[in-house]
């Protein structure tokens, strides 16, 4: 069968989404406005509910949004061939794993039960794990039991560190590895003529990932150069695992820029903070994800580069939203939105 013939259904739906995307700038003139967001914007992103019901609080706003990418990814994967729909599914395995940093939090900091289940998302048929048997664990020791029965690779990297509370960032990151090792090992049972694409894109985020880990450990945290490179996921695109070698023995940004390939070196010229450089890479990245959205036709990596950019818009609509919801000033709105720091 061609490819014409066994993405059509997918291609027509990805199309159907995409109309739905808006532009950071059409975002940007409301957050002035001491108005809703007016329904006909909501409507045109695909979000009508947001104005027949306005949510009350900030989690509830979370769970709408979220509620609402789990029902689009779910869509895309009725749409696609059986043999490729593992992909979609280890893509949204990462507000699982959100939920399992939210758990592991109220668990160490001894959150009451009805406390703790306030943090965790609702995602769907994306869920694998049984949260709520986890929430009803003694300790976190019980917690890794139960886990390690589910995911035994998942809980063996979360008790290498859980035991530091100083370094609990390492904890985030190892549950971040995880999720960047599953999404490669789910490309590679790609049939492999779809494999090709979405490694290429899946690369440049990977690659992503881990020049702004390598600037944190390295320059922010001062970690160790074996340290570093343990904890990169050696699968990107243009950053090889020995190019990742020798960048994590730098502790210098404008040392390490120099040593990136011409594309990431001429991306960050004139960087000057992490924040920036992980900026400026997502941006590359977006670019890319809409020349995909555009271009490719009856190929798998469309429906990605589609929920890419979405993601990115509903965080957009949650910055704005969340931050009018909570009376920020219209100045730490506007930062939070082009500046990429989460309201």
Known sequence: MSDLARFAFLNARVSLYAARLQPLDSLLSYIDSAHE???????????PGLADQPPASASELEQHLISHLSMEAEGL?????????????????????????????CKLTNCSLERSREYLLDIGHFARLPLDEFLHSEDIVEFLRMLAVHDA????KIRLHIEDPEQLFLLEAAMDYHFYEGLVAACKQLPSREQEGARRFLGRIIDQVNLVWLLRYRIAYDLHPPHTFFMLVRTGLRLDRSRLAHLARLDDFETMRAALPAEHCDCLEGVDSVTEAEMRMLQNNLAYARKLLRHEQFHLVRAL??????????????????GKLLGF?????????????AA
């Open 329 to 341: 000033s219209p100045e730490l709105i506007r930062e939070a939105l082009l500046g990429g720091v």
């Open 305 to 322: 580069a589609y929920l890419y950019l979405r993601e990115r818009q509903l965080l957009e609509l949650h910055q704005l939203l969340k």
């Open 37 to 47: 967001l007016p329904a006909d914007y909501l409507e045109s992103a695909g979000l």
């Open 77 to 105: 994967m009725h749409a696609m061939p059986p043999e490729t729909r593992g992909l979609i599914a280890q893509w949204m395995r990462r507000f699982e794993l959100m939920n399992l940093k939210s758990l592991i939090r």
């Open 153 to 156: 690779s998942l809980a063996r």
